[in-house]
């Protein structure tokens, strides 16, 4: 059962990276980035600070918490136990990933860092500002999923890693909202 699931991953895989064009390529690395996306992590951060006004020190410690959690636990607890290399390093899909500009990144690949990180900033987020901005939840929900899409493309994870980050990635920042909440009160 494992072996197809693998299979069905790598099948699927090799259908989404070879889906490319040169334009994509640009925005695609660009988006996977991760300096890219300072400003908007600045303008979150700010609105929750300012939405909470007394109690700023509660949203610095409750993302610092979320960042931690959500980096730590997608390469401790899942990339160094699973070992699941990367499909731009699997010797039986050798010459067949699209990688762009030699990038392929660390030897193992489940889960998605970059989706557990940004699900995890999306969910809470758009939680926490949702009185505010209603919209924000689903744009960042949308966000993150593009950024997740991104790391298949770009060929430095198989769909299953993205899956698999996501959702530990906005169950974090769901529990961690759900926290916040708790101490706030």
């Not at 509660?58 to 990367?86: G, M, P």
């Not at 980050?165 to 916040?180: D, H, K, N, P, S």
Request: glycine fraction near 8%; hydrophobic fraction near 50%.
């Amino acid at each position: 059962m494992l072996e197809q699931l693998i299979g069905f991953d790598q099948k699927l895989f090799l259908a989404l990276n070879g889906m490319h064009a040169p334009v994509f390529d640009f925005i695609m690395y660009w988006l996977s980035s991760k300096l890219i996306w300072i400003p908007l992590y600045a303008w979150l951060l700010y609105q929750m600070i300012l939405q909470i006004k007394t109690k700023f020190w509660l949203i610095l410690l409750a993302v610092a918490l979320l960042i931690t959690l959500t980096d730590q636990i997608s390469v401790q607890l899942f990339k160094e136990t699973f070992q699941r290399l990367r499909p731009c390093h699997e010797p039986a899909l050798e010459g067949l990933v699209r990688i762009l500009n030699g990038h392929c990144g660390g030897r193992y690949g489940f889960v998605s860092s970059h989706a557990c990180n940004t699900a995890g900033v999306a969910v809470f987020s758009g939680l926490i500002l949702r009185e505010r901005f209603s919209w924000l939840l689903p744009a960042m929900i949308s966000w993150s999923l593009i950024i997740s899409y991104s790391r298949i493309y770009l060929g430095v994870h198989y769909p299953g890693d993205v899956v698999a980050g996501f959702v530990i990635g906005a169950t974090i920042g769901f529990l961690i909202y759900r926290l916040f909440k708790l101490i706030k009160r």
